[in-house]
């Protein structure tokens, strides 16, 4: 087969390395991809993932299946606008429609879905621009903390936890009249806050069946010990130790099957990937977000522990045979660390030298690139998050020493990582 993958991050260098182990895969090819993928597909450089030279590529590459790796391109209706090309009927698409995919770019669709097929959630209240006095009234009297949402996409930041009124106030007014996250802010959701510990699962599903895939947990905060402003994610862990037999049961019982019960009575047609932020608190799951796609440094932890053929899986997903399909796990641990830009997720200069990155282990660690570009004859720095390293370990400790030793032979100017992913399972 030849295969299109398109995006550019950590999550789409994983994926292309997972898929270029498939015999069923012919030519890979990327768009736009990284000096990383760049070493085992071809690129083929897009600009803001337009739809109109995705479609070219299909057409000129024969293309025979379609992976999408981030939200946008899918919650813009990349889908739809593929399948109605009469040239493309028989083009494999992994991701939902444009209708399924506001599962994550309207919360406020989410959270409705969620209430209406009874799986377990904060409770919550959105509000539009136009009943702005409403909003500051129920912010007014809602306890302590609370959590504010931008509803549409916010690359990941469009989320606040308050600690008292007048900062609540302060954020709902950068949202809705100074559009902190642009149009995204326009509507936002008020929910309680859930105090516990955070939980990422998967799911491969193809519309009536699903497969569980590894879970993992990440870590968003900039700073040692979870401090500082939040990121797209600093590390990641598979498995995660309190995520034991009982509880992923009683995940797959409260929120995956009414999740794809509801995915069915609805008639939405989501045939791909389903990520579910979960908080468990007092070891009971809500779900947080849904996201339609695979996270991004969670890619980097749960593809490695993958033993599946991943082009076979999403073959199955095509045919809507996935109850056919047993999934087999690694049972090591994987720990994966990014080395940031200094300054992220604030501002950070580009265009700096990466050293060292052939030095790499191959035998216990992998190297993804995240944000990299080639420049005469050099990988640059081209992002906030550059890379991650990660390693395989009988545990986490050990898995992540792994990642810590790697890093430490790779360089950049204003190179920057945490040391203490995992810390809280030490």
Known sequence: MNILLIGAGGRE?????????SPLCKKLFVAPGNAGVNEIAEIIPVVNYDFSDIKNICITKQIDMVVVGP?????????????????????????????????????????????????????????SIENYNNAAKFIKNHPLPVVIKADGLAGGKGVVICDNTLEALAEMEMFMKDLKFGDAGKKIVVEKFLKGIELSVFILTDGRHYVLLPEAKDYKRVGENDTGPNTGGMGAISPVPFAGKELMKKIEEKIIIPTMEGIKKDGLDYRGFLYIGLMISDNEPYVIEYNCRLGDPETEVILPRLKNDLVELLVSLANQKLNEVKIDIDPRTVCTIVAASGGYPGSYEKGYPVIGINSLNAKESLLFHMGTAASNGDIVTNGGRVLCVSSFGKNISEAAEKSRNELKKINFKNMYYRTDIGYEFD
């Open 13 to 21: 260098h994983a994926l292309a390395w997972k898929i270029k182990q």
């Open 71 to 127: 939200e946008e391109p899918l919650v813009k209706g990349i889908y739809d606008y593929l399948k109605k090309d009469p040239s493309l009927k028989n083009l494999i698409i992994i991701g939902p429609n444009q209708n399924a995919a506001r599962l994550e770019g309207s919360k406020a669709f989410a959270k409705d879905f969620m209430i209406r097929h009874g799986i377990p959630t904060a409770p919550y209240k959105e509000f």
